[in-house]
């Protein structure tokens, strides 16, 4: 196979690849806009909270992890203006401010909600094995991963 041949078979593998929007269901066709919204959402907010740490550590070069503390609250605070002004408004934001923006700033900010939510509707007992399970078991997590990365790469 020569080379003009084959850049002829790829040009028409991609005519023929062509989608037709109108053949993607209306509910397939919202669930890859509101990924990309979620993902587009999830960069900015990762790109704020690695600002944020740049200039803090910077501010405060103490040891103490200040900027994921800042991070947390931050967005603990902004996830609860979000749940409420968003909720109020009957906004389609929801996905893009509270999952990409807050979840790529600080999943703390999810983690304080679901647990809000646990205790508001008095599940009490279960907000607190929620609390208790997330805490452990993710840093059992992480020592886990850091072992057994350790252990691979030695």
Do not use: K
């Not at 053949?23 to 919204?37: C, E, G, N, V, W």
């Not at 909720?87 to 304080?112: D, E, K, N």
């Not at 997330?134 to 850091?146: E, R």
């Amino acid at each position: 196979m020569n080379l003009a041949s084959g850049s002829n078979t790829l040009r028409s593998c991609a005519r023929n690849a062509t989608v037709d929007s109108d053949r993607i269901p209306q509910d397939t066709r919202a669930m890859i806009q509101t990924t990309l919204l979620v993902a587009f959402g999830g960069a900015i907010g990762a790109s704020a909270r690695f600002l944020l740490g740049t200039v803090l550590v910077r501010l405060a070069p103490s040891g103490f992890p200040i900027a994921v503390l800042t991070a947390n609250v931050v967005g603990s605070v902004l996830m609860g203006v979000a749940v409420v002004y968003l909720g109020r408004t009957g906004s389609s934001l929801a996905p893009f401010v509270m999952t990409g923006i807050l979840g790529g700033f600080t999943t703390f900010s999810a983690f304080s909600l679901e647990a809000y939510t646990l205790f508001d509707r008095g599940d009490w007992g279960q907000a607190a094995l929620y609390v208790g399970l997330s805490v452990a078991l993710s840093i059992l997590g992480l020592v886990a991963g850091i072992v057994f990365t350790r252990m691979a790469v030695a």
